[in-house]
């Protein structure tokens, strides 16, 4: 039985709850990020840049959970950056090059919609990719997360999942709402065919590439409500935990002040 199978799809929450853990998780991450940002402790100075990372399924609620987690942000403090088919000139250089530019300094925050593990999903299931080159870019991703993290990155990923039968219906909802039908395209539904592909693919992904240094957080994504909590809460607890290892200073919680 792979990991994604082991995922309690059922986990769900109701829109009360939803909205006081995101009232509390959304002014705890304002606070740390102004931190990180060097803008309550002077002397404490800029801290560990902070990269958050997220690929999941078509429909799988990335956007709404980037969405909560920036909600209460400064947008001058965050920068969100959404990838799809690299360009003919990106073609012409390393695979990993396109994703350089956005990577936040000390510091900085970057949140990444869909990430460098397309060379080992989309590339390698519709044949971009050579197999030479996707078998290969395990190892080289694993090198290039690693050096982000050894240089004092806190590299947040996230795997958000749902079913088969969940994404049928977000589908099926989209295609019927003419605010969101832009978003379904002949290739979402194409791609659905080839799920079985896409989760051995995923299922190997999770195995070569879940490191001490970048371990991958996994969403239960069939409710919206409980995804985009889990994603914020971890994000936080990330940053505590990653703070606390880089011997940053942060601020105490409000409850404990």
Known sequence: MGRLDELDLSLKLKRKEQD??????QLRLAELRLALGGLVDAEAGTGPPLCVALEGWDAGGKGG????LVAQLDPRHVRVVAYSAPTADEKRHHFLGRFWPALPGWGGMSVYDRTWYGRVLVERV??????AQWQRAYDEINSFEGTL???GMILVKFWLHISDQEQKERFDRRGKDPLKSWK??????RNREKRP??????????ERTDTEAAPWHLVEGNSKRYARVKVIETVIAEIERGC???GFPLPGPAAEE
């Open 197 to 206: 592909l896409y989760e051995a693919a995923i299922e190997e992904m999770l």
């Open 65 to 68: 959970a980037i969405k909560r």
């Open 20 to 25: 006081a853990r995101l009232q509390v998780a």
């Open 149 to 151: 993290v050894a240089e």
């Open 126 to 131: 519709e044949e971009f990719a050579t197999k």
């Open 184 to 189: 379904l395209t002949e290739d979402d539904w």
């Open 244 to 246: 606390a290892e880089r």
